[in-house]
Structures are given as structure tokens and as C-alpha cells.
């Protein structure tokens, strides 16, 4: 798993790379609110709960098919009888194909890599807040007209967050939902 990842980063890096001799987009800024679900998968699922997650992206064109994207967002999974305050931060790479469909309209897949930091600080336990690495991956497509566009994204981040302390890989889905305003 780790050499096919390596290998988009690597690409990405390399298209990266290229944008210094590449024309500029004319709009290469892009701020994008999203909501979603917040569903842990495998043994993530037996330490927190699904929950409604927050956030906002924003990104920066380097080149038609690569932007460096910078995302913060929130949620608050239930731990046990607990609930816990997530706080994600993180930064990536994300490779991105733009296809015109008709008249003003166009259709934006990409992929994308990251990492970033996750605090988990628990609601009114008394318990210290918890800081780890996070690493995510992440497919979507925006559908957009001019400056706007509306996007779903899946995005699976592994962390090493358990709640008892122990050590181990944890995964999660964030499925979302998104509006975007380029300038």
C-alpha cells in the first residue's frame, strides 16, 4: 500500500514541479466550507461514534492539474459515554483533471495525499486532549460554473488515536459535501 502512494506523491510532486514554467491560472485561489459525515471504519469503530464534521479547505492552484490544499475541520464522536472534541488540521497535494462539458460548465475530479495533526480533547471527562499525526487520502469531483462550484469528496484518514491509550493504526471516512468559491 505505502509504494502505490508514494508513487501519486512522487507524480504530483513532479507535475508540481512544472507550474513555474506553466502558465498561471487566472483564479488560483479557491475557499471551500464543507459537511459531512465522520464514520470510523475497522477498529477505529469500536473506540468513537459516527458524527456530523465541519470544516473549511482552501487551495491554490500551482499548475491546471495540481494544487496544494490546506483544510481544518471539526467533529464530536462519541467515546463510550463520552463525547470527544476532534480537531483536524492538515495539508496536501492534490492532482486534478479538469474536463469542460457544455457552454460554462466543467467537471473536476482529483485525488489527493496529506498529513496533517489530529487533537482529540475529551468534553467534560477530565481526561488530557490527545495530539496525533494524521495521514489521508482523498477522491472527489466539483461540478463547476464560473467562479462556483459544488463538490462531494471521500476522504480515508489513518491516525493512531485509541482512547485506552494503546498503540495502533486507526482509519476513518469523512464523506462530504462542498460549495466553492474561487477567486
Do not use: C
Not at 99 to 113: K, Q
Request: glycine share 12%.
Amino acid at each position: 500500500m505505502k509504494k502505490p502512494l508514494a508513487l501519486l506523491a512522487v507524480a504530483l510532486s513532479t507535475l508540481a514541479a512544472s507550474a513555474a514554467r506553466a502558465e498561471e491560472p487566472s483564479r488560483p485561489f479557491e475557499l471551500t466550507p464543507f459537511a459531512g459525515a465522520f464514520v470510523p471504519v475497522a477498529a477505529q469503530r469500536g473506540d468513537l461514534a459516527s458524527a456530523p464534521v465541519l470544516g473549511l479547505r482552501g487551495t491554490y492552484d500551482l499548475h491546471r492539474n495540481v494544487a496544494m490544499v490546506l483544510a481544518g475541520a471539526w467533529a464530536r464522536p462519541g467515546s463510550g459515554a463520552r463525547k470527544v472534541d476532534l480537531f483536524q488540521w492538515d495539508i496536501g497535494l492534490q492532482g486534478q483533471a479538469p474536463i469542460a462539458l457544455s457552454g460554462a460548465w466543467s467537471l473536476e475530479p482529483f485525488a489527493g495525499v496529506g498529513i496533517g495533526t489530529r487533537t482529540y480533547s475529551h468534553v467534560n471527562a477530565g481526561a488530557d486532549s490527545q495530539t496525533d499525526f494524521v495521514f489521508y487520502s482523498a477522491l472527489g469531483a466539483d461540478l463547476r460554473r464560473g467562479r462556483l462550484a459544488v463538490g462531494a469528496t471521500a476522504r480515508h484518514q489513518l491516525t493512531a488515536f485509541t482512547p485506552a491509550g494503546d498503540s495502533g493504526a486507526r482509519g476513518d471516512v469523512a464523506l462530504l459535501g462542498s460549495v466553492s468559491w474561487r477567486f
